[in-house]
């Protein structure tokens, strides 16, 4: 290749580059023009209180929100950012977040992405700033990786940018953009491909083997720490399987060396967040949810397979009106429907092709319900059996940008392609639709199905509309194949699924003003001004939701969580119970939360404020203050988070949380027998008190004038350390959930850390 050749093309990929960067401002221009933030906080103002409440004089009924299927982010995401992030600006490595179920491992939740690179936007500008830059990177990324591993199979520039488009608001990337994470993870995937060819069609110089292995590593260790695992490991199966085709057909085993040492470079560079989640992962209900497939919506329902060609038949919603099986956003797999007819024309095109027609097919038989995807749960699958299988749509949406960029090529060069019979295919299942809309009044007296019908046949309309107008624009090109007019119709062709894409990514997306994002309200301000530590219980699911604390710095007993802690499920299972039943009621959610103001266990949460939304009776609560419908109670039964305790038991731990029940509120420390106490009545001098105290480290003073148990009512972890004076102490699990150490007579400052 002449350096002239080289240039030409250097300029034409930039050239690419500056269109997609402008395509991405295009579909982001409500954050460009009006600054609204690409992030859900609309749902947080306007469905949960203390924040309903600061807006309630303007808005009544909660300021109006685009879209209540996507609080995860809300409840999620962006609180465990940003305990990440206050970490990394206090200079302490993230480890522990110590604002849900008595303390989890922080370093341990690879949603929070505590090691993502691209966190150090966040150490740069502020949050909501740097959280819209994350957000809007993802389809940026995405397209570009695309096009420089689509270009390298040789396709032209115009079908590699529509395969790139295609990928980068896909069904998949729209409804999972607000998340930061999962579309992260999704992004690397083309740059591994790209780089797996690249080590195999290398020029065979050490230069050329060096580069590419460092950015194959570079990809494998970002597509783990962006923020996903169940992703993470689909996107990796599908470069091992691109690998394994690749040298299917070359023979050629001088790369698998380097791509091995790229992999054992990845594993050592990622260790710091695969090990800790290895190490907490059994500590979760996780892996005990066996029963979770059973769930409506776990698969992907055959029916839902039409939104492939009319994404908002079952409405949508953004529009409150959709009527399909439970998440829309976990069966969106829409790709537009004229790029779906040229994907469907080329799976059976050899070559790269129908590797991904493989993966298409293979990831979709495993999203629907059927004997061989229910197969995989039902003998209980490492890793794979507690996954939600809709999940794979990411590879679905993939492999079928793909594939319409391959077609879209081999149509603009003139090669034959099987556009008729994709489609014939298309065509058929439009015109069912519309029998079923059109027909069903005819024979259906139900007025809500007659509704939903309704809904079905206004949202068939644009579908229609594009299939027409794809089968037209074929037509007309047919007859006007001449160089202008083929730019013309592939320009068209290009703002067509420009325009049924953003259409499609804006009706779903919401937009919103900074200043909902997590605004300061009276409750929180009163709660963050309180001496810590303490913990924060909510009556009513409507208020302070699950996490959402932790962006606040507010401990809170209740966690959002697909990796909560087992033994604090259990817990609150109890407490909720009102007795020592331990079965989880999690549900398929994962979320807990706790009500039950009457038990016996809730002081042992270190429980001392209370929110509600009304008026609450009871003796052991106390009115604080009141911001609207809000009420704040200060809970008196509360015990400090550190005690000495004045009765020491020695109980199977299946008998502790019994005993915790059985008795009335006291300093009671219960344990399996693992340290030596002696149950002596506490005199009037002896205490504990935190004297110092940070999420991850704390320093309890104490005088006692026998050897006595030291209860700390976070959760046992064994990465708690304990020592005094340098000597290491030893942490035992008391009261079914918590941690106690042995500390001898005498004044101590006992530190203890978690590492």
Known sequence: MTANTTGKKSIRTWGVVVLFIALVLGFFYKTVIYRQLPVPSDTLVGLYHPWRDLYAAEYPRGVPFKNFL????????????????????????????????????????IQAAPFY??????????????????????????????????????VSDAAAIVGAVVWAFSGFGVSWLTWGTIVHVSMWLPLLLLSVDELYHAKKSIRHYLLWTALLSTATVMTLLAGHIQVALYVYATAIGYVVWKYSITKHALPL?????????????????????????????RIAAAESWKTVGWFLPWQHLVQFIAPDFFGNPATLNYWGVWNYGEFIGYIGVIPLIFALSGMATPGLPRFFAYVAGISLLCMLPNPLSKFIYV????????????????????????????????????????????????????????????????????????????????????????????????????????????????????????????????????????????????????????????????????????????????????????????????????????????????????????????????????????LALGEVKRPFLREVMKEGETFVYEYTRELPRVYLADYVEVKPEKETLASLFASHVSYRGIHDGSVNILNTVLTGDESAEIISYAPNVMTVRVNAENKRLLVILNRYDKRWKAEIRGAAMTIVPVNYLFMGVAVPSGNHDIILTYR
């Not at 950012?81 to 370093?107: C, E, H, M, Q, T």
């Not at 502020?126 to 570009?144: D, K």
């Not at 790229?262 to 979760?284: C, E, K």
């Open 117 to 154: 690179p691209f966190n150090l936007l966040f150490l740069v500008f502020s949050f909501p700033v740097s959280w819209t830059i994350l957000i809007v990177l993802q389809p940026l990324l995405s397209g570009i990786f695309f096009y420089l591993f689509v270009k390298k199979q040789h």
């Open 257 to 285: 060396r380097w791509l091995i040492l790229s992999g054992v470079i990845s594993v050592v560079v990622s260790a710091p967040q695969w090990v800790p989640l290895l190490r907490f992962i059994y500590d979760t209900g």
């Open 70 to 109: 996507i609080t995860d982010p809300i409840r999620q995401q962006i609180p465990w950012r940003k305990v990440v992030i206050d970490a990394w600006l206090a200079g302490d490595v993230p480890s522990l977040n110590p604002y849900s179920f008595a303390g989890v491992p922080l370093d341990a939740n």
């Open 379 to 610: 003998v209980h699958t490492p890793v794979l059996s507690v996954m939600q299988p809709t999940r794979l749509m990411v590879l679905v949406d993939f492999s079928l940008a793909i594939l319409a960029a391959y077609s879209l090529d081999r149509w603009i060069k003139g090669e034959k392609i099987l556009i008729k019979m994709s489609s014939i295919v298309v065509g058929v299942i439009v015109a069912t639709l519309w029998i079923i809309v059109l027909g069903g009044r005819f024979i259906i007296t139900s007025s809500e199905v007659l509704a939903n019908l309704e809904i079905a046949k206004r949202n068939l309309i644009i579908p229609t509309i594009l299939f027409l107008a794809c089968i037209g624009g074929m037509g007309v090109y047919r007859v006007l194949h001449q160089k202008l007019y083929k730019s013309l119709w592939v320009g068209a062709l290009l703002v067509v699924i420009v325009a049924d894409l953003f259409r499609f990514g804006w009706k779903f997306t919401p937009f919103t003003s900074e200043k909902y994002f997590f605004p300061e309200t009276q409750v929180i301000t009163f709660l963050q001004k309180q001496p810590k530590p303490f913990r924060v219980m909510s009556l009513d699911d409507r208020i302070l939701p699950p996490n959402v604390s932790a962006y606040y710095g507010i401990e809170t007993i209740e966690g959002y969580d697909p990796l909560a802690p087992k033994r604090y499920e259990e817990l609150l299972a109890a407490s909720e119970r009102g007795n020592a039943d331990t079965n989880t009621p999690s549900g398929f959610n994962r979320i807990y939360t706790a009500h039950n103001i009457d038990s016996s266990v809730l002081p042992y949460m270190n429980v001392r404020y209370v």
